[in-house]
């Protein structure tokens, strides 16, 4: 039984406004490296700044490579029963992040590295309540269209 | 600095050994050790232990102080070195410094860990600000898929083949058959290995190092000692480990730099083999044989390019034409490697300094590289932990 609600599978990593889908991080002042999530300091050795903004990614991405699971991860992570294979991407974003997610596709045959791909928000499985948990996922580009 | 040798090596034979505790595991290889070594207990100055995760150590990691008190006490100094799978070979790196510094004249470095069922629970913190939890809960990605995705990125580079993912299983299990010590010892055809259950795509179940109880142990010593115990030591020609560089693309945690060279390497890895080549004053040529942690499949193709061993884009082609067999030009693996052992993690490092002494000395029978003069031993660890070491005769 399922409510429609729809539950953020954790806090602070996403969020849906009206131009779409965003990855919440942060963005160095100094040198401009990016961090998903926030992070409170820049980690890049060569800078200097400690300065960090608040900055959000996405929908542009380009798919890195991807990988479909055919066994049932094991605890903490969820998955609704019976288990169904589901792929992952590694997603390079444009504002200099390689991300990991999962993919939103009928056509796993039809991934390729190098693809264009989009940060959607979506269903991974359901809670003990029947509410939707959703996570950032990316889909092939042209499914828009 | 001075020189080390490798005065005995012992190993305890991997696999799963529900009888035996890791205390007894460790005990068979430094007893096997001290007797290759022709050196007693008591003579040990130090001991550098790799920290179990697992099993043992009083929860601490003390797993170098439970061997001193199996031995018998006798006051020595211990070091317990943490480093994920890397830790038998930080460990070594440790155990070589304590004896190339002049501070002591013989220790003893072991590594032993008996591992759970299933896949490994990389993190030990169950909490939202924990990148690993957090893959794990958010995005659902199991270990293999790291492993996978770099495979699948690597077969639409280079259009390496399922084939040929196949053919590396084939390879060590055609080893191990010649390896007591091994887990698996019986051959895989190419066609056992491709109907092996798919984990994750593109790999397959046997193309995956299981994890496995193992344990393993070495007497290092100054060259002074060494040479009242042997005319033909093997040498520690370098050792050194190293963790990773910000932007090597590598997905370490939910997301990482996307680095403008668009690859992804393991740099940690990279710099410790580097390292070692600098401070062995040796180059890729002249390495007679590697024992590389080949959790998967994946890291035979990939690692042997990442460090100068051949060029880029032509490891697939070595293992066609069978150059990275213990005959071949560049051998890789002779042991069997994981593949066939199995990951009894923190012991790895250590594994690797046995077989790479057993092939130097020629012992190591029906899989022996022929006339090896220098071998390269590497792990891998989380926590972005690497080792290498570089033993001669």
Same mark, same amino acid.
């Given at each position: 039984?399922?409510?429609? =609600?729809?539950?953020?599978?954790? @806090?602070?990593?996403?969020?849906?406004?009206?131009?779409?889908?965003?990855?919440?991080?942060?963005?160095?002042?100094?040198?401009?490296?990016?961090?998903?999530?926030?992070?409170?300091?820049?980690?890049?050795?060569?800078?200097?700044?400690?300065?960090?903004?608040?900055?959000?990614?996405?929908?542009?991405?380009?798919?890195?490579?991807?990988?479909?699971?055919?066994?049932?991860?094991?605890?903490?992570?969820?998955?609704?029963?019976?288990?169904?294979?589901?792929?992952?991407?590694?997603?390079?974003?444009?504002?200099?992040?390689?991300?990991?997610?999962? *993919?939103?596709?009928?056509?796993?045959?039809?991934? =390729?590295?190098?693809?264009?791909?989009?940060?959607? !928000?979506?269903?991974?499985?359901?809670?003990?309540?029947?509410?939707?948990?959703?996570?950032?996922?990316?889909?092939?580009?042209?499914?828009?269209? | 600095?001075?020189?080390?040798?490798?005065?005995?090596?012992?190993?305890?034979?991997?696999?799963? +050994?529900?009888?035996?505790?890791?205390?007894?595991?460790?005990?068979?290889?430094?007893?096997?050790?001290?007797?290759?070594?022709?050196?007693?207990?008591?003579?040990?100055?130090?001991?550098?232990?790799?920290?179990?995760?697992?099993?043992?150590? =009083?929860?601490?990691?003390?797993?170098?102080?439970?061997?001193?008190?199996?031995?018998?006490?006798?006051? !020595?100094?211990?070091?317990?070195?943490?480093?994920?799978?890397?830790?038998?070979?930080?460990? +070594?790196?440790?155990?070589?410094?304590?004896?190339?510094?002049? *501070?002591?004249?013989?220790?003893?470095?072991?590594?032993?860990?008996?591992?759970?069922?299933?896949?490994?629970?990389?993190?030990?913190?169950?909490?939202?600000?924990?990148? @690993?939890?957090?893959?794990?809960?958010?995005?659902? *990605?199991?270990?293999?898929?790291?492993?996978?995705?770099?495979?699948?990125?690597?077969?639409?580079?280079?259009?390496?083949?399922?084939?040929?993912?196949?053919?590396?299983?084939?390879?060590?299990?055609?080893?191990?058959?010649?390896?007591?010590?091994?887990?698996?010892?019986?051959?895989?055809?190419?066609?056992?290995?491709?109907?092996?259950?798919?984990?994750?795509?593109?790999?397959?179940?046997?193309?995956?190092?299981?994890?496995?109880?193992?344990?393993?142990?070495?007497?290092?010593?100054?060259?002074?000692?060494?040479? =009242?115990?042997?005319?033909?030591?093997?040498?520690?020609?370098?050792?050194?480990?190293?963790?990773?560089? +910000?932007?090597?693309?590598?997905?370490?945690?939910?997301?990482?730099?996307?680095?403008?060279?668009?690859?992804?390497?393991?740099?940690?890895?990279?710099?410790?083999?580097?390292?070692?080549?600098?401070?062995?004053?040796?180059?890729?040529?002249?390495?007679?044989?590697?024992?590389?942690?080949?959790?998967?499949?994946?890291?035979?193709?990939?690692?042997?390019? @990442?460090?100068?061993?051949?060029?880029?884009?032509?490891?697939?082609?070595?293992?066609?034409?069978? @150059?990275?067999?213990?005959?071949?030009?560049?051998?890789?693996?002779?042991?069997?490697?994981?593949?066939?052992?199995?990951?009894?993690?923190?012991?790895?490092?250590?594994?690797?300094?046995?077989?790479?002494?057993?092939?130097?000395?020629?012992?190591?029978?029906?899989?022996?590289?022929?006339?090896?003069?220098?071998?390269?031993?590497?792990?891998?660890?989380?926590?972005?932990?690497?080792?290498?070491?570089?033993?001669?005769?």
């Amino acid at each position: 039984m399922t409510t429609g =609600k729809r539950v953020h599978v954790t @806090e602070g990593l996403f969020e849906e406004t009206a131009d779409g889908a965003r990855l919440l991080g942060s963005k160095c002042a100094t040198c401009g490296s990016t961090y998903f999530p926030k992070s409170p300091v820049c980690h890049n050795p060569k800078c200097d700044g400690s300065a960090m903004t608040d900055a959000s990614f996405g929908p542009k991405g380009n798919l890195w490579s991807y990988s479909t699971q055919h066994y049932a991860p094991p605890l903490p992570a969820k998955f609704d029963e019976p288990y169904e294979p589901y792929t992952l991407g590694l997603v390079d974003l444009p504002e200099g992040l390689r991300v990991l997610g999962r *993919m939103s596709t009928d056509d796993v045959e039809g991934l =390729k590295s190098g693809m264009d791909v989009e940060l959607i !928000i979506d269903r991974i499985h359901s809670d003990d309540d029947g509410n939707d948990v959703v996570s950032w996922m990316f889909r092939p580009a042209q499914a828009q269209a | 600095m001075r020189d080390v040798a490798v005065l005995g090596v012992g190993m305890h034979p991997w696999g799963k +050994f529900p009888d035996s505790s890791i205390t007894e595991m460790c005990r068979y290889a430094v007893e096997a050790a001290l007797k290759d070594a022709g050196v007693k207990w008591p003579e040990m100055e130090a001991v550098s232990a790799g920290s179990s995760r697992f099993s043992g150590g =009083k929860g601490w990691g003390l797993n170098g102080n439970d061997v001193v008190e199996d031995m018998g006490p006798t006051g !020595i100094p211990v070091y317990n070195l943490s480093a994920g799978c890397a830790a038998g070979g930080n460990a +070594f790196d440790i155990g070589h410094m304590l004896v190339s510094s002049g *501070m002591y004249e013989m220790v003893l470095v072991v590594g032993g860990e008996k591992m759970p069922k299933g896949m490994i629970q990389l993190s030990g913190v169950d909490e939202e600000t924990d990148p @690993e939890y957090l893959r794990q809960v958010a995005v659902g *990605m199991p270990g293999p898929a790291f492993w996978a995705l770099l495979t699948r990125r690597r077969m639409e580079e280079h259009g390496t083949t399922e084939e040929q993912l196949a053919k590396i299983a084939v390879k060590a299990h055609q080893n191990s058959v010649h390896n007591s010590n091994a887990r698996f010892r019986q051959e895989f055809t190419q066609e056992d290995v491709l109907n092996s259950a798919l984990v994750s795509d593109p790999l397959r179940l046997y193309e995956i190092c299981p994890v496995s109880d193992g344990a393993a142990a070495a007497i290092l010593c100054s060259a002074e000692e060494a040479r =009242k115990h042997t005319t033909d030591p093997i040498w520690v020609a370098a050792s050194a480990v190293a963790t990773a560089q +910000f932007d090597d693309g590598i997905p370490r945690g939910l997301a990482s730099p996307a680095p403008a060279h668009g690859r992804a390497y393991h740099s940690e890895a990279l710099l410790a083999v580097e390292g070692c080549y600098e401070k062995a004053g040796v180059t890729p040529k002249d390495i007679d044989l590697v024992e590389l942690q080949d959790n998967t499949v994946y890291y035979e193709l990939a690692f042997p390019e @990442e460090w100068g061993l051949c060029e880029p884009g032509e490891a697939e082609s070595l293992l066609e034409s069978g @150059e990275t067999l213990p005959t071949g030009k560049l051998p890789i693996n002779p042991s069997g490697g994981f593949l066939c052992f199995g990951e009894a993690t923190t012991a790895m490092g250590m594994f690797q300094v046995c077989e790479l002494t057993w092939q130097l000395r020629g012992q190591a029978g029906k899989r022996q590289v022929p006339d090896a003069m220098v071998g390269l031993g590497q792990t891998l660890g989380l926590g972005s932990n690497a080792s290498a070491v570089i033993l001669k005769r």
